[in-house]
């Protein structure tokens, strides 16, 4: 299973390389490190993917969740 969740990373990551302006990559990264637990860089990539795509209900509701395990009201 850790090999499955680090070739995820590294497919999104290359995805947020050859697309800067998606939020597609960065979401997809929250989510993946969200369910490993690693709230902190979960964080930063729903931010990312906010700043590229403000209006996106899966990016909210993302970013609440995250809100929701740092334990900061949304």
């Known amino acids: 299973a850790r090999g499955t969740f680090e070739q995820a ?4 990551s290359k995805m947020m390389v050859q697309w800067p302006r998606s939020s597609l ?3 997809r990264l929250a989510e993946l490190y969200l369910r490993s637990g690693n709230v902190a ?3 930063e990539r729903v931010q ?12 909210q509701r993302v970013a609440a969740v995250v ?4 334990g900061k009201p949304e």
């Open 9 to 12: 990373i590294a497919t999104y």
């Open 25 to 27: 990559g960065y979401l």
């Open 41 to 43: 860089i979960a964080a």
């Open 48 to 59: 990312s993917a906010l700043r590229l795509a403000p209006q996106s209900v899966q990016a």
């Open 67 to 70: 809100a929701l395990r740092q």
